[in-house]
């Protein structure tokens, strides 16, 4: 099996986190390539927070803006170890980002590959170059492991 890339690694490690917190086990690292530099690094925190809004992309986004002191993040790349949903591939467009590198193929609530095809659609102002399928096996394993888990869980509680 060949190496999963470092910013892919660091993504599926801050997936472990997120589940290790209780969290669906997604993870997201913002990357400027020219330097190699993190700019950030984020597991979902909807349930911590209690907010909607606090998945991994959302907040790694916030993140790199505020680094960067700036909403436009055009030259860096996300990488995240599931496909966006509608709300993270909005923030995506606006936040212009270059590149998105994901995981696992999420075929009920993706809407990168599956579902709306948020990038196809002739409103969408940003398209980012997207390359699914990065570290798969491992992204996928972890949800399905984390859900299972959960099911488990509550069968045991009847």
Do not use: W
């Amino acid at each position: 099996m060949q190496d999963p890339n470092p910013f892919m690694l660091r993504a599926l490690q801050e997936a472990e986190a997120a589940a290790l917190r209780g969290e669906v086990p997604v993870g997201a690292v913002i990357v400027d390539p020219a330097t190699g530099e993190i700019l950030a690094a984020c597991g979902n925190r909807t349930e911590e927070l209690n907010d909607p809004t606090a998945h991994a992309e959302m907040l790694a986004i916030r993140q790199a803006a505020a680094q960067r002191g700036s909403a436009r993040l055009m030259l860096c790349d996300l990488y995240v170890t599931l496909e966006p949903c509608a709300m993270c591939a909005g923030a995506i467009s606006f936040a212009r980002l270059r590149r998105l590198y994901y995981g696992a193929a999420d075929l009920k609530g993706g809407a990168v590959d599956n579902g709306p095809q948020f990038f196809a659609q002739p409103t969408c102002h940003h398209r980012p170059e997207v390359y699914g399928g990065i570290a798969e096996r491992a992204a996928g394993d972890m949800l399905r492991d984390f859900f299972r888990a959960r099911r488990d869980e509550g069968k045991g509680s009847l």
